[in-house]
């Protein structure tokens, strides 16, 4: 079990739920009444989005131009003749308005209300931005910086106090160590996610909390859509916001190993919860898996779909190999790198993504094959042997616990397995182009 944040690329038009509906007819003197839009500039692009859905895109200076003249008031006429004027090109804007209701972001056009599709829900929505603007202060990450520092400092003068893997079996019980671990790695994990949670919403972001998976990793992910629109800072902030939550929780544990004796329950206790909060952060740097880390990359690059550009560049690669290998193989008219579409200076980065993406994920799946999948059986068929009676009161317990959580896991990781691919097929069901 692990942890991500999840904000979808900012260029992702595709439908949330059911089949997009059919687009309006758009008359040249129309006049179209918008939703609240929010834009920010990015690079040469403009991000524009409507943070009640959650429906972001990005779009050329002439298109975020045009979105201000119908949020004015002028007719589809009028823009294309101010459009043509201002750029000396011609652009359809009668097409435009409708790419824009299918995005759900026209109200009406003339007299004619549209469709407008249900908000997703947020998690804890009594969480008003007003109480918690905190997050987003900037002596808070000074803060974090400090008790980091505080905890680095103590560890270099009294390095015994780092704990190891023995650490974990705090109690001779088995299934108390495995009980009490599974219920401080859920604590910790949705408080890593409530960092996320908090930190989006004070940037007034609604966010959603749920469970998801990334290759044989069951995780806990917010949805944070709409952090597109925020200031760098802000959207820094909330990416990394759970991070420094579980730097935050090890540092403190740390001045607590530093004032108890290494006898005492506490002392014991604290160690076992710092490998725990610790555990989760080398993760992130899986950035193959759309980690925290791999947001903030995706950012500072300037990537608008870092993971998905990729994985269609690597698919190439991989394609162009197999003719290689394949005397005579012919190319398929129309095939070409899809990487060099995009600017320079996303190319490289998707390119270097795309190799990290393949070595990354065959080491993982090479990793559960030869390690993680045994164990698990390994360890349930003894659960299920330790269930055969004539075993201890002890030995029923352990195997017990062994089946509710490790077996728990896997069966929730089915589960939600088979969730997202039912709800990405009926996202795909009415995906439309990008705008």
């Given amino acids: 079990m692990t942890d991500t944040a999840d904000a979808p690329d900012t260029a992702d038009t595709s439908a949330r739920s059911g089949a997009w509906p059919p687009p309006p007819r758009v008359e040249p003197s129309a006049r179209v009444v918008l939703h609240e839009l929010s834009m920010r500039r990015d690079r040469d692009e403009w991000i524009v989005g409507r943070m009640a859905t959650r429906t972001f895109v990005a779009l050329p200076s002439a298109g975020a131009r045009a979105v201000r003249l119908l949020g004015e008031g002028l007719s589809v006429a009028r823009v294309r003749e101010r459009l043509r004027a201002d750029t000396g090109e011609e652009f359809d804007i009668a097409d435009f308005v409708a790419d824009l209701a299918a995005l759900g972001f026209v109200a009406r056009i003339d007299d004619r209300p549209l469709p407008d599709p249900a908000p997703p829900r947020a998690s804890l929505p009594w969480l008003r931005p007003a109480r918690v603007r905190f997050a987003l202060h900037p002596a808070l990450p000074a803060a974090v910086a400090v008790l980091l520092a505080s905890a680095v400092v103590t560890l270099l003068l009294r390095p015994g106090l780092l704990p190891g893997y023995r650490d974990l079996l705090w109690s001779p019980h088995g299934s108390v160590v495995l009980l009490s671990g599974a219920a401080a790695g859920w604590a910790l994990l949705l408080a890593h996610e409530l960092a996320h949670l908090v930190t989006a919403r004070a940037a007034g972001v609604p966010g959603r909390m749920r469970l998801g998976t990334r290759l044989q990793f069951l995780v806990m992910q917010t949805d944070i859509s709409g952090i597109e629109l925020a200031p760098r800072r ?55 898996t759309r980690t925290d880390v791999y947001f903030v990359l995706q950012d500072l690059t300037g990537c608008r779909d870092l993971y998905g550009d990729g994985l269609a560049y690597a698919r190439y690669r991989y394609r162009r190999t197999l003719r290689a290998l394949r005397p005579g193989a012919r190319t398929p008219a129309g095939e070409d790198d899809p990487s060099a579409r995009l600017p320079r200076h996303e190319r490289r980065a998707v390119r270097v993504y795309g190799a990290v993406l393949v070595v990354g994920t065959a080491a993982c799946l090479a990793f559960m094959a030869a390690v993680t999948l045994p164990l698990d059986i390994a360890l349930l068929a003894r659960a299920v042997r330790g269930l055969a009676p004539g075993n201890d009161p002890a030995g029923y317990a352990d195997a017990a616990a062994v089946l509710l959580t490790l077996g728990g896991v896997n069966v929730l990781w089915l589960v939600t397995k088979w969730r997202d691919h039912r709800s990405r097929r009926r996202a795909g069901a009415g995906a439309r182009p990008r705008t």
């Avoid at 420094?244 to 004796?261: E, F, M, P, R």
């Avoid at 160690?271 to 610790?278: C, G, I, T």
């Avoid at 555990?279 to 899986?286: A, C, D, G, K, S």
């Fill in 234 to 288: 802000h959207r820094l902030t909330a990416y990394l916001a759970g991070i420094a939550l579980n730097l935050s929780v090890a540092s403190a544990l740390v001045l607590v190993l530093a004032a108890t004796g290494t006898a005492s329950t506490v002392h014991r206790l604290s160690a076992a919860a710092l490998l725990l909060a610790l555990m989760p952060l080398p993760f992130q740097l899986m950035v193959f």
